[in-house]
């Protein structure tokens, strides 16, 4: 008994003796992590470094090397110039180029890490010449980009400066002496080339000129009576109200403006509701329909009143759009004259038949009348088919020239397509013609409209013009040229 009890106090001092000591051990142990914890609080790039898609890199006996440096280093061993050499690549491009790619040679010619087998000679050789040839094609296409920016700036500037120096000669010395100036031959070559923005308006007033002899005064005379009229008028009358030609009192048609406003130059967003030039077009038109209640508001009319909104003052662009409403050409049109039209249409035809044969053959085979395209054209002096700053130089040139430039442009357009033209069919010519591309090169067009002649059979559009009208009062039905 004795014995045991021995034995129990030894084993019980023997469990005590463990426990304590293994406690000593556990806690030595997390003293020993924390504190490793605590040294090693560091981002874990700059604690292991390597690739970490590979696992666990042991750490670099060395610094790690700055990615500059390491292209410094390839470029020099390489046999690359660096910024001192005056042939060197990068310099040459440096002179050309405000910034040059950033470059790849860290990740390309950089060691593999240490857990993985060494790169061989030949995969590490064409490595660099895959980094070579991937370099010297970015360097290539930001060259290419750079000389491209470069000339559109200098195309840009050289257009500015033509454009400064052209308004500055139209301001000195051409507006200034007009009546003894307007009919020169230098004036009319840079009235070919496009008159400078600045100065347009007063150019076109005085091209149009003022036969009616409206003054500022009438201009708000005829706006005050439309405001009136559109007290009196339902708004509802719009909806019902149809464009009668042979209407005796076309005032009635002062709401059918609201409709078509919002859907002149929509992508300008200043004439619709709400815009700058909403309320200006708005009065124009409806002073119009005053002073000219015989004729009233005709589709087509806003686009030219906002033309011309864009380049006057609103009593200044009133007169000229009633001036420009009042040539014979655009009367026949706005006044839906047939017979007139029709008298149009086959002076037309004469010098298209002249100037282009073979398209003309293939109108005639697909029963392509000009009436289809012709109408929409005219109508709007081109300023709803062509865009915008195109159309205002074919008006430029339509002020000086009159009517016939109208029709000359149509045949101008007609040749710059044409080669298109002759591989469709009645629809599609139709659609195409109705339709415009958004983009036309106007130094082309205008190309092309330099090479159409206005005679046939030495006779010039007004010849024609009044010998088809002479026809058609004797009532011959072929119209002969």
Known sequence: MKHFDRDRCELKSHCCTSIITLSVAILFLIMSLFARRVKDNR??????????????????????????????????????????????PRQSVRKNLDFEPLSTTALILEDRPANLPAKPVEEAQKHRQQYEEMVAQAKKRELKEAQKRKKQLEDRCKLEESIGTAA????????PNWSAMCTSRRVRDLWWQGIPPSVR?????????????ITHELYHICLSRAKVKWKTTPASSAETETEDAGCSDRESSL?????????????????QQGGPYHDVLHSILGAYTCYRPDVGYVQGMSFIAAVLILNLDTADAFIAFANLLNK?????????????MLTYFAAF???????????????????????????DWIFTLYSKSLPLDLACRVWDVFCRDGEEFLFRTALGLLRLYQDVLTCMDFIHMAQFLTRLPDLIPAEQLFQHIATIHMTSRNRKWAQVLQALQKDHERGSPVLKH
Not at 201 to 213: I, P
Not at 255 to 271: G, V, Y
Not at 353 to 373: G, M, R
């Open 349 to 375: 035809e004469v010098f298209f038949e002249e100037n282009l044969p073979k398209l003309f053959a293939h109108f005639k085979k697909n029963n392509l009348t000009p009436d289809i395209y012709l109408i």
């Open 43 to 88: 981002p874990v790039e700059q604690r292991d470094p390597g690739w970490k898609l590979f696992g666990k890199v042991p750490p670099r006996e060395g610094p790690i090397k700055d990615p500059k440096k390491v292209q410094k280093e390839y470029e020099t061993k390489s046999g690359r110039g660096g910024p001192g050499n005056p042939t060197s």
């Open 168 to 175: 500055q000669t139209w301001n000195q010395e051409i507006l």
């Open 328 to 340: 014979p050409c655009q009367m026949a049109f706005f006044r839906v004259d047939h017979s007139l």
């Open 201 to 213: 308006g007063k150019v076109w007033s005085l091209a149009v000129g003022n036969e009616l002899n």
């Open 255 to 271: 709401e059918l403006i609201k409709l078509d406003i919002s859907r002149t130059f929509p992508q300008l967003c200043i004439f």
